[in-house]
């Protein structure tokens, strides 16, 4: 296969097998099964796509679970730990018994059940979702892809690592969000085409940035935009798109590859092979996939997914076959009205921001706003939301950080103010 090339910030671009000969042992020819952790984000990308390569199974845990992989679902195996710098530390893994039949295990991020769950790949299946990603990208061996993202996260490694390595292309690893949009226009004055896989945090950071060149394209990694902040970055020349996928479905079953005005506030239509229904289940429309590129659980208490997987997001289809995200399975209508509503009405007063809507009863709605930077009236959000939605003021709140910032009966009279975490990835389980 071809070889491909890497950078980060104080490291020029080099071929991966280069720098995966200063760092680890996948040189054996005994196939075993290898689970990758570290902060050293551009050893693991290289040593992860060499050891599959090389026929080795490959685990990558989350990013920080590395004292908790006990808690984890993982097979026996052989532990590579790459520290910052290169250092590499062997150690054996203890694990269960897990269902077989894959190369490559990647994690759900939890948010729902609690505790990341593995789920497993072929190559072949993986070989399918990569080509995907470069007809909806349009990249090529001379185009770069620029994320922050932790690379053991199914999105930037699938459409990172493995796309960079099919096309003998270059994946750059920026060090911070903050300098995503910088490096991206830095290295579209060499490339072809640059893509950005993003996340709430880069995108807040491009409100102040001057336009983007044309050859630039943001993928919004899933993050809850309103209509009105896509139109407003489309309006400043930033080029962004949405998509969807789950973790099961190795980060993607939709695109839109049209952003045009008709397409504006789907995740476009399915890829190839992809069927995507509407099943009705106590009102909720919810969303069911079937995909070639379908992962299985390694946990043995988990059933095996059927030809159709049914996911825990509520969607509508329109003639066209595009898909828009709705909310969850345990949101509520309010007035016929489901979060996405919602948050497209308050998107004249989010403007840019991302925000995460939901619908928890029949009554209520929770606003949790996504980066550090608040709107500039909580009071007028509050307000707005209520009168959409026909709910008193108090059962509208706002949060930050999964911690309660502000409630409509006790407003400060001052802007509000904290720092959020948002949600890095695309591909969030269907659990």
Known sequence: MRDWMISAPGMEPMPARALAAHLAPTRETTTRTLLLIGEDQPGLAVLAHLALEAGHRVVLPPRGTGHRLRDLCLPSGSGINVSTGGTCQAMPVYGTEVRTGWDLSLFSSGSTTGHPRAYGLTLGRLDTVTAWYETIYQVTQDSVIVTALPVSYNFPFIAGVLLAARLGARLHLSRTFSEVLTDAAHLANTADRVIVLANPVVLDQATGHDPLPARIMIDSGGAPLSTTAITHYRDHGIDVREGYGLTETASLTHFDTQAGAASLGTVGTAMPGVTATITREQGRPLINLATPALAVPLDLAEPLPGPV??????????????????????????????????????????????????????????????????????????????????????????????????HSAKLPTGRPRGAGQAPSRRAESSS
Do not use: F
């Open 309 to 406: 997987l049914g996911t825990t997001d509520l969607g509508q289809i329109d003639h066209d076959g595009r898909l828009r995200i709705l909310g969850r399975a345990d949101d509520h209508p309010i007035g016929g009205r489901w979060p996405r509503d919602t948050l497209d009405a308050l998107g004249p007063l989010l403007r840019h921001r991302c925000a995460l809507v939901r619908h928890p009863s029949p009554g209520q709605a929770t606003i949790r706003l996504l980066t550090p930077t608040s709107p500039p009236s909580a009071r007028e959000l509050v307000h707005h939301a209520a009168e959409y939605l026909g709910l008193p003021r108090e059962h509208i709140t706002i949060t930050i950080q999964d911690r309660p910032l502000l």
